[in-house]
């Protein structure tokens, strides 16, 4: 009697192991697809969103005032008592200004410029900088001020 209820037992313990393979042999598929068509989706709105939300581009119309180099740097140069920032144009981001200007051209101009313009977020942020511009056309720009602007909600009472 003993030995037939352990062929029983090993019998349940053998179908409970067919059953378990049969059913990751059904149910991984559809759960690979699931997991694939949700990674596409988040992949689709998020392009979706990108598109409503492209930034604005800065245009001729934000140039304010054309400026010399030494104009520039007279304007920037940073001078601080405590000597806690380099006595330098832009203080600490010297090393990004030399940058900057170590790709300007010839014949490019440099111009200041100012505007608010919307981010990649949908987000208007105020942007102040330098552009330079060449053959009519703005090429690059080193930006001193940009920061979000903060929504204004209105409450109703």
């Known amino acids: 009697m003993q030995a037939k209820f352990t062929f029983f037992q090993q019998l349940q313990k053998v179908l409970r192991f067919l059953f378990l393979i049969a059913l990751i042999i059904l149910v991984a598929p559809i759960l690979i697809f699931l997991m694939l068509f949700e990674a596409w989706n988040r992949h689709v709105k998020r392009f979706k969103s990108e598109a409503q939300h492209l930034p604005e581009k800065l245009t001729k119309n934000h140039l304010e005032e054309k400026l010399s180099l030494d104009d520039i740097e007279a ?3 940073v001078y601080d008592p405590l000597n806690s920032v380099p006595h330098l144009p832009f203080g600490h981001n010297n090393s990004l200004w030399v940058r900057f200007k170590s790709k300007l051209e010839e014949d490019d101009e440099l ?9 990649n977020f949908g987000q208007r942020q105020k942007e102040k900088g330098y552009a330079v511009l060449r053959d009519s056309q703005i090429q690059s720009c080193y930006y ?3 920061y979000v602007i903060p929504e204004q909600h209105s409450i109703a009472i």
Request: a positive charge; charged letters at 35%.
């Open 75 to 77: 304007r920037e140069y």
């Open 111 to 119: 111009w200041s410029f100012s505007g608010v313009l919307k981010n």
């Open 144 to 146: 001193v001020e940009k």
